[in-house]
């Protein structure tokens, strides 16, 4: 063993005893204390990040989590919700959050339930207005058709009861005048020159062919007064039972001179069935009648203009469906719908035609008038280039 002298704190010489052992084993145990602080450095350090990391998995994952569902939320998600991990601050504020993303959402719902509310009562008021319109015009309408139909009717019958007598008349003069000849076969030559320049035999015959086509014209004046009044119907009761053949068969009247306007004059078929009176607003589905008619006319006057060898129809069918209801179909061959407006054909101020041909009111009033009023059914069935067909079906009770 050998003694070695040191120093304390306060300066004064300490023995230490130390073993003896060579150089090389001081250095050993150096480097060995020198490896042990380094592992125990590392060890800290390895414990100092693993704290960092499940801090930051307690505190920045959920706060970044809520960040991010705040962003969705008022991106417009609002069914995005905050996902609670703890039950610390963190948590609480994510239930917060989540309790006012809920009353927001009602919220929001209200209000869009609200907005729907508001934009169907506005179409409503759209839908009523025009059907006021056009009911106060067709109801203007009528009352000139009824009052035009009365201050013909006078005269017509005036003309068409005397008609009857003038033939009588002229019957009798022309048997007078046929027995003269019979008995004076030598008239004075005044007479035989008069005679000659009238052409007696043609005046009597043509005559008789004027006062034939008198006949005619003052029985189908007599035909238009009624089917006029029958189209107004302003001197009836409102709602009572019709017959729908007249009703047609009275449009058709009417439309008479938009039906022979063609190249060719558009051809009616008409196929009744058998129906009973149908107890209904009797103008309206008239008027109904009227819309879809001159629909079908000026699809036809569109594709005559296109095709000089088309030949315009229209077809007319009646029949009853189950003793429940009656049902109309109204065919043409004309340009047809295609298929993408089909789902707007009933919309209000929704038209085909071109600007200023048409107002896009005929087919809504008609659907108004039929379904909401008369709880019946107007369906459209129609193809580009191959024509289209309406089916109107009405209850019978």
Request: aromatic share 6%.
């Amino acid at each position: 063993m050998a003694a070695r002298t040191v120093s304390n704190f306060s300066g004064k010489p300490i023995a230490i005893l130390v073993r003896g052992t060579p150089e090389t084993d001081l250095n050993a145990l150096l480097q060995q204390s020198l490896f042990i602080q380094s592992v125990i450095a590392i060890l800290a350090l390895v414990i100092d990040v693993g704290l960092v990391i499940l801090l930051g998995r307690a505190i920045a994952y959920p706060v970044k989590l809520l960040q991010k569902t705040t962003q969705e939320f008022s991106a417009g998600n609002l069914q995005e919700r905050a996902e609670i991990i703890a039950n610390d601050e963190i948590g609480d504020l994510a239930t917060s959050f989540n309790y006012m993303a809920d009353e927001l959402a009602q919220r929001e719902q209200t209000i869009q339930q609200q907005m729907q509310e508001l934009q169907d009562t506005l179409q409503k008021l759209k839908d009523k207005q025009t059907q006021l319109i056009q009911t106060e015009k067709m109801s203007s309408l009528g009352q000139m058709v009824a009052g035009i139909a009365h201050e013909i009717n006078n005269p017509i019958n005036f003309i068409a009861g005397n008609i009857n007598y003038l033939q009588e008349y002229i019957t009798i003069l022309l048997d007078i005048l046929q027995k003269y000849q019979q008995e004076y076969t030598q008239p004075p030559l005044s007479i035989q020159e008069t005679l000659e320049d009238i052409d007696m035999d043609f005046l009597a015959e043509d005559l008789q062919n004027i006062n034939h086509s008198m006949q005619i014209g003052s029985e189908r004046i007599i035909q238009l007064v009624k089917s006029l009044r029958n189209f107004s119907r302003l001197d009836e009761s409102e709602y009572k039972e019709v017959n729908l053949h007249e009703g047609i068969d009275s449009t058709l009247l009417i439309l008479s001179h938009k039906l022979k306007k063609q190249k060719v004059c558009i051809q009616v078929i008409k196929e009744y069935g058998d129906l009973p009176l149908l107890k209904c607003y009797s103008s309206q589905i008239n008027q109904v009648f009227m819309n879809i008619l001159s629909n079908a006319i000026d699809a036809l006057q569109e594709r005559s203009t296109e095709d000089s060898l088309f030949t315009p129809q229209i077809t007319i069918c009646t029949d009853q469906v189950e003793s429940e209801w009656v049902a109309i179909h109204i065919n043409d061959n004309g340009v047809g719908i295609k298929t993408e407006v089909h789902s707007k054909l009933f919309d209000p101020f929704f038209t085909t035609k071109p600007i200023g041909k048409g107002t896009g009111l005929g087919l809504s009033i008609s659907y108004q008038i039929v379904v909401e009023q008369h709880g019946g059914k107007l369906a459209c069935y129609s193809e580009a280039g191959k024509g289209t067909k309406f089916v109107i079906e009405l209850p019978i009770k």
